[in-house]
């Protein structure tokens, strides 16, 4: 059964740092691409990062770049989104979710993910 499980979430003060995991079992990490969505209340998913598959190249949306690092353990079968420079925000959740088969660049597009997780929640305040 192929299963993500994110954890690393937490309450931290505007300015701080987070590492999120999203651990896999069921499948490799490196067989698909992963990614890492965001869920703020009230609004849509959106994507934030991903991982390619095989090659590990990754994309970022322009509003991380410089403060998400997204990385891959394949020996832990665990994908990490290192987060830098926390703005303060409501309680969001970010996912991180599995697919699709495309080699190449990995795409951000929440609808062409298929396999999600239960999600972590930051908060980010003083």
């Not at 994908?79 to 699709?100: F, H, M």
């Amino acid at each position: 059964q192929l299963q993500l499980v994110e954890s690393g979430g937490g309450l931290v003060q505007p300015g701080g740092s987070l590492r999120l995991s999203c651990a896999a079992s069921g499948f490799t990490v490196d067989y698909y691409n992963i990614g890492w969505f965001r869920q703020a209340p009230g609004k849509e998913r959106e994507g934030r990062s991903c991982i390619s598959r095989n090659g590990g190249s990754t994309t970022y949306a322009d509003s991380v770049k410089g403060r998400f690092t997204i990385s891959r353990d394949n020996a832990k079968n665990t994908v990490y989104l290192q987060i830098n420079s926390l703005k303060p925000e409501n309680p969001t959740i970010y996912y991180c979710a599995a697919g699709p088969l495309l080699s190449g660049q990995c795409p951000l597009p929440t609808t062409l993910y298929k396999y999600w997780g239960q999600g972590t929640q930051v908060t980010v305040s003083s």
